[in-house]
């Protein structure tokens, strides 16, 4: 295990992104405790308020993001002990953010809605590339170039542009987490290049317009993913990130007022 860790994580230099990873991922679990707790009225803990203001915790995520990125940026050694520091409070600010990013993204306190869960998903793909990326997967497929294609800079810039072809296409075939994550599984990206677009996408808008069959096999194909994979979809989300509310909110929310208490 000790002569693994050498040569996968201390050799390449990527002690600083493991620690940031697991900070991210141990605060965002943290967090998400925390807040569960106080939505239920347990434990010690409670909304931190300033002058009848509710700070959210995206408030001092952003300042250890910032903190860790220049820091990180900064630090001369990659190994180093300053740069070990950095990588931990990037890791814990990025946690502390994107367990939020449906309220940036709605600019609305979002927290325990529907909408919220979009904090869940996003939390769980930054964490799946991360540990592709510490896997040793390069962006776009290069790491399945041999030294020689690695040295002939044609077949190197012509694999980066198939790639990010087929990821472009993910993308607009409205397969965004296929897209992501095919930067670094081309395999992937590919699949989703090949198969039906989703019904709403602009690729089905422009080029479904006038194929009836292909738009109607496309809305099946969507119909049946969706009904398979929306439930255990939403029951890991409820199990990592907890259930949202299910009923609307009994009156407008005033200043200060958050969901979390609820």
């Known amino acids: 295990m000790g002569h693994w860790f050498y040569r996968n994580i201390l050799e390449p230099g990527k002690l600083p ?6 900070s991210f991922v141990l605060t965002f679990l943290i967090t998400r405790i925390v807040t569960r707790m106080i939505r239920a009225g347990k434990g010690p803990f409670g909304n931190v308020r300033a002058g009848g203001l509710h700070i959210h915790h995206v408030v001092p995520g952003v300042v250890l993001t910032v903190i860790g990125g ?11 002990a300053g740069t070990v520091v950095f990588a931990v409070v990037f890791g814990v600010g990025a946690g502390l953010v994107l367990d939020e990013f449906a309220l940036i993204l709605h600019l609305d306190d979002v927290y325990w809605t529907e909408e919220g869960r979009k904090s869940v998903e996003v939390v769980v793909l930054t964490t799946a590339l991360l540990l592709l990326a510490l896997g040793g997967f390069a962006p776009l497929g290069v790491n399945d170039l041999s030294e020689e294609e690695r040295d002939d800079r044609r077949a190197f810039l012509l694999t980066l542009a198939v790639n990010f072809m087929f990821v472009l ?5 409205g397969k965004p987490r296929m897209a992501i994550i095919g930067t670094l599984v081309p395999f992937v990206a590919i699949v989703g290049a090949l198969r039906l677009a989703r019904p709403t996408s602009p690729w089905a808008r422009r080029l479904y317009r006038h194929r009836p069959r292909s738009r109607a096999r496309a809305m099946l194909r969507a119909f049946r993913h969706d009904r398979r994979w929306s439930g255990p979809r939403r029951k890991i989300q409820d199990l990592i990130g907890g259930a949202p509310d299910r009923l609307p909110a009994a009156g407008p929310a005033g200043p200060g007022r958050d969901r979390e208490t609820r």
């Open 17 to 22: 992104l493991l620690l940031a990873l697991a």
């Open 169 to 173: 296409i993910s993308l607009f075939k």
């Open 70 to 80: 220049f820091g990180s940026v900064a630090s001369s050694q990659h190994t180093g």
